[in-house]
């Protein structure tokens, strides 16, 4: 199942909205063929590793990290392949959570005589798909909120100069993160001030969807984002529609409305469309009141905070969250971990929102 769950990895960023799966085929003490789910659309796990079979897996073992499917998707139900194949035994990571899925495939293995153990790795299983599990039992996608500080908490110095404050270690990783999750999301002030391309800059990266809150559509023709609009997906989510929103279309950027309170954009609005477009995850790469309203509107998932080994100072001198912040320390938002990963000089702590 470890090795399952290895292969399982390779599928990062290119399955979304479909889960990370892996498969090993073991006969006779010995691997016969593995796969894994390479591309969203593509052949799913078991039917990659019982095409890869070096001998007949009749009476073999499948190991597979989530439970195999039984419905007509985009592809044909693997419980049919698993079956014709002869397979003896499976050893199961995750129960499938989808709603066609269910326990059912189970089932199906079972009526046709073929044993099945569940819960087989079950955590290191479930790590590996956080997002689908999220994603696909709501009607929002998972969201993370991504930040870097200085050890004393500020995401800039006063004057708002805030390139770079971590090294290049921790940024290649942002990089990857960005080909992870389906979509990125930002605010107009970011765009304003930084002038972001927002894309995934590394070997074989998927581009997020671009995604900026832009109450009065204020963000720049002329910048990069609108101007790389027809080559990356992106959506300016406004309050209402004005005169620029058709110049903005006809560079390619999608114009979403949803108007919320004090003339924001109504994220969990924002949020539950992506959701419908089978956007499965959104990381957050915004500033101080992007996060609060994020944090705010209560669609938080995970958060990973960068620290740098500065000190910067200055009443001035932005925070990562800022907004009203609660009044009681009983009213604080709470996470679990930290996960401690570290990249060159600096930390990334990764924490689940409880
Ligand atoms: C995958 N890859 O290896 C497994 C999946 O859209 P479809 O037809 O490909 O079906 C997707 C569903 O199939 C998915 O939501 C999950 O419940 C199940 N298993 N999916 O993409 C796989 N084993
Ligand atoms: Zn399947």
């Known amino acids: 199942m470890r090795r399952a769950i290895e292969l399982a990895q390779k599928g990062t960023g290119h399955t979304n909205p479909n889960p990370l799966v892996g498969a090993v085929i073991v006969k006779d003490g010995q691997v016969i063929g593995e796969g894994f ?16 079979c070096t ?13 195999p499917c039984c419905h007509y998707g985009k592809t044909p139900p693997c419980t049919e392949a698993v079956i014709k194949s002869g397979i003896r035994k499976v050893y199961v990571g995750n129960v499938d959570p989808n709603p066609k899925v269910a326990g059912m495939g189970i089932k199906i293995l079972r009526e046709h005589g073929i044993k099945v153990e569940t819960g087989i790795l079950d955590e290191e299983c479930r790590e590996l798909n956080d997002i689908f599990f999220y994603y696909i039992t709501h009607d929002t996608p998972y969201v993370a909120l991504k930040y870097a500080m200085t050890l004393d908490g500020k995401i800039a110095v006063k004057t708002g100069e805030s390139k770079w404050i971590t090294g290049g270690e921790a940024r290649e990783h942002v990089q990857f993160l960005r080909h992870r999750y389906a979509a990125i999301l930002t605010g107009i002030h970011t765009v304003i001030g930084d002038d972001p391309m927002l894309n995934a800059r590394i070997e074989g990266g998927n581009n997020p969807v671009r995604v900026i809150c832009d109450s009065r559509l204020r963000i720049p023709i002329s910048s990069k984002i609108v101007q790389s609009a027809k080559v990356i997906p992106t959506i300016i989510a406004a309050c209402e529609r004005n005169e620029k929103a058709q110049r903005l279309e006809a560079l390619g950027c999608r114009v979403l409305i949803c108007p919320g309170k004090d003339g924001k954009t109504d994220l969990l609005e924002l949020m ?20 609060d309203s994020v944090i705010q509107a209560g669609a938080v998932n995970k958060v990973y905070a960068f620290i740098a080994p500065k000190i910067f100072g200055g ?22 971990g930290p996960e401690i990963t570290r990249f060159g000089e600096d930390l990334l702590l990764e924490y689940k929102v409880r």
């Open 55 to 67: 001998e007949d897996p009749k009476g073999a073992e499948l190991y597979v990290t989530l439970e």
């Open 37 to 52: 789910h390479e591309a969203y659309g593509g052949l799913h796990a078991e039917r990659n590793a019982l095409k890869s």
């Open 272 to 291: 539950r469309i992506l959701r419908k477009e089978k956007i499965d995850s959104v990381l957050v790469e915004g500033g101080a009141d992007i996060n």
């Open 315 to 336: 009443r001035q001198a932005r925070s990562p969250v800022e907004g009203e912040g609660v009044d009681k320390i009983s009213d604080a938002l709470l996470l679990n």
